[in-house]
């Protein structure tokens, strides 16, 4: 059985930073995609960030472009979020996927999802 758990979110002022940790257990890190989405009130579930075979190639929305980095640390079954120069339009729940693969990556057709953590930017 597939558990992702999310941790890392939090408060923090606009500009700051926060790492989201995302634990894996019962999944096998192959050529299949990882990814962060993030999902504000109001608002669907949109792609933050993808991470393929392995770490290897990655993928950022234009929203985050410069300012987050994925990454995942295989022996610990461990995906990563560093979140820096945040703003209050960051403000979400953010949740851990894994399982998609091809053009499903970029979509919420992902088999395996977290619970989410709570991350708030204020001005």
């Known amino acids: 059985q597939v558990q992702l758990v999310e941790s890392g979110g939090g408060s923090v002022q606009a500009g700051g930073s926060l790492r989201l940790s995302c634990a894996a257990s019962?999944?096998?890190?192959?050529?299949?995609?990882m990814a962060w989405f993030r999902q504000a009130p109001g608002k669907e579930r949109e792609w933050v960030a993808v991470?393929?075979?392995?770490?290897?190639?990655?993928y950022y929305a234009d929203s985050v472009k410069g300012r987050f980095t994925i990454s995942q640390d295989n022996a610990k079954n461990t995906l990563y979020l560093q979140m820096d120069s945040l703003t209050p339009e960051d403000t979400a729940m953010y949740y851990c996927?894994?399982?998609?693969?091809?053009?499903?990556?970029?979509?919420?057709?992902?088999?395996?999802w977290g619970q989410g953590t709570q991350v708030t930017v204020s001005s």
């Open positions: 996927a894994a399982g998609a693969s091809g053009v499903n990556c970029w979509s919420r057709e992902y088999p395996y």
């Open positions: 019962g999944y096998t890190y192959n050529s299949d995609c």
């Open positions: 991470s393929r075979t392995s770490g290897r190639l990655t």
